[in-house]
């Protein structure tokens, strides 16, 4: 019996984001991460952003915007991938089960009182948490965050487009200044 760990995925770039759902795929920098290294297929990813993914910090929130399950281990690429002007040198393909609609989710700041994943509950002390791209959490954790997805995600092949026509990248933003 293979037992499933369950993480959060965390998206602090919204060209991370878009590449990601596009690609059906998670690239990794090459700094060792043991949370990478243990990933394997069949975990439970919940997709995160970041407040400061979107770009507008003063809007948007830390949310929990889907579900996603590993699909193959993680492999070295033979070419590192750049996504919004980092390097990767590694990864593993999804499939991307849920998603909220675009700019909607669960935000996250109201459940970490809930959360073992984050066992220092003073404000903003649980963020430091989510300095790294995936965080293993409980089952407790992984039943609290689907349930409260159940009402709120759809198929991730309705809303994909949805995002992909939102996201535009920084450098091509940047340009037309």
Request: aromatic share 6%; charged share 25%; net charge positive.
């Amino acid at each position: 019996m293979t037992i499933v760990i369950s993480y959060l995925l965390i998206l602090g770039e919204r060209e991370a984001v878009a590449w990601v759902l596009r690609e059906s795929r998670m690239a990794f920098p090459s700094r060792s991460r043991s949370e990478v290294a243990k990933l394997k297929i069949g975990d439970d990813l919940f997709i995160l952003t970041t407040r400061g993914c979107w770009h507008n910090p003063a809007r948007d929130r830390t949310r929990i915007i889907g579900h996603a399950k590993v699909a193959t281990s993680v492999v070295t690429y033979d070419e590192p991938v750049t996504i919004a002007g980092r390097v990767f040198t590694r990864g593993c393909e999804l499939s991307i089960k849920t998603l909220t609609p675009y700019l909607t989710g669960i935000e996250l700041v109201p459940l970490v009182p809930q959360l073992d994943a984050f066992p220092d509950k003073r404000s903003g002390a649980w963020f430091i948490r989510l300095r790294r791209p995936l965080l293993e959490i409980s089952d407790d954790d992984a039943q609290l965050l689907r349930h409260e997805l159940r009402n709120v995600c759809r198929d991730a092949a309705t809303v994909i487009p949805e995002y992909l026509a939102a996201i535009r990248p920084v450098h091509a933003i940047s340009r037309r200044k």
